[in-house]
């Protein structure tokens, strides 16, 4: 999920690369804040099928019944990349690099090129 940096004004963004950073029990409602990145109907109708679906997967490949905590978060890990992380880092790369950030961070970031810098929503 680095590729979320290069969409770095963008909350959404820094969001995703936050969430992919953090430890996480691996669990499916621990990527429940990713719901943020929908930004319309269609999108938030496809991120809450795509959560189902992710348990649904992780039981047609696994097998359901009891398991070993550790093996069951190591189980979980791929669904979840390929069912929460990966839409949601597609959709935040097909937006534009544009928002709003201190000025702090505008001031470190202006030797950066241009295609990586963006440019702020009120410069516009």
């Given at each position: 999920?680095?590729?979320?940096?290069?969409?770095?004004?963008?909350?959404?963004?820094?969001?995703?690369?936050?969430?992919?950073?953090?430890?996480?029990?691996?669990?499916?409602?621990?990527?429940?804040p990713?719901?943020?990145v929908a930004?319309?109907?269609?999108?938030?109708?496809?991120?809450?099928?795509?959560?189902?679906?992710?348990?649904?997967?992780?039981?047609?490949?696994?097998?359901?019944?009891?398991?070993?905590?550790?093996?069951?978060?190591?189980?979980?890990?791929?669904?979840?990349?390929?069912?929460?992380?990966?839409?949601?880092?597609?959709?935040?790369?097909?937006?534009?690099?544009?928002?709003?950030?201190?000025?702090?961070?505008?001031?470190?970031?202006?030797?950066?090129?241009?295609?990586?810098?963006?440019?702020?929503?009120?410069?516009?």
């Amino acid at each position: 999920m680095p590729l979320a940096a290069l969409r770095w004004r963008r909350p959404e963004a820094r969001l995703l690369l936050v969430m992919a950073c953090i430890p996480q029990t691996m669990l499916f409602y621990d990527q429940l804040p990713l719901l943020v990145v929908a930004r319309n109907f269609r999108q938030s109708l496809y991120f809450c099928l795509v959560s189902y679906a992710a348990a649904v997967v992780a039981v047609l490949i696994y097998g359901g019944g009891p398991k070993d905590r550790a093996l069951l978060f190591a189980q979980n890990a791929p669904v979840i990349v390929g069912c929460y992380y990966l839409p949601c880092l597609i959709l935040v790369l097909l937006r534009p690099n544009t928002g709003d950030v201190p000025h702090w961070l505008e001031r470190l970031t202006k030797h950066l090129p241009t295609w990586l810098r963006g440019h702020s929503v009120l410069a516009t």
